[in-house]
């Protein structure tokens, strides 16, 4: 069979692909063309199955210049800690309570979270709660009584 790696085999077709239960390249038949560019397949021997995805070209890096590399530092994390230091030089650490899930926690509390550390409570909703801490914001759940 000469392999056209733009089109997926007909049903009932095998395939040679590594099967991961038997650890080794088995043949694989063609149960199902699920989308236009993949397929279910089951192994000959295991019968473990998976999906068979059309390898896709992809693009070289140098091809979107400066702009590639623009993107990628505008999607970088922000730095949480300047948030995080202004918010305790405003609130302060004196009202410090460990976290519970149970109680219920207003805007602007102090909390300290057993793995996040201190926090403070940024946002407030019915039951949930955004809190800013120095590695970044988390949502917690609250007022579960």
């Known amino acids: 069979m000469s392999e056209n790696t ?22 694989f038949v063609v149960v199902a063309h699920t989308t236009a560019t993949s397929a279910k397949v089951k192994c000959e021997v295991c019968g473990a199955q998976k999906t068979y995805k059309l390898p896709t070209e992809k693009k070289a890096k140098s091809s979107t210049g400066a ?3 623009a993107r990628k530092a505008a999607t970088k994390k922000p730095d949480h800690s300047a948030l995080w230091n202004e918010l305790k030089t405003q609130i302060g650490t004196e009202n410090l309570v460990s976290y519970n899930m149970k109680t219920k926690y207003p805007m602007a509390a102090v909390i300290e979270h057993p793995k996040f550390g201190i926090g403070f409570v940024t946002n407030s909703f019915h039951d949930k709660i955004e809190v800013a ?3 970044g914001g988390r949502y917690l759940v609250h007022n579960r009584g």
């Open 133 to 135: 801490f120095l590695e």
């Open 67 to 69: 702009k590639g590399g």
């Open 6 to 27: 733009n089109e997926l085999p007909a049903v009932a077709r095998n395939i040679n692909l590594a099967c991961k239960k038997c650890g080794v390249d088995r043949y």
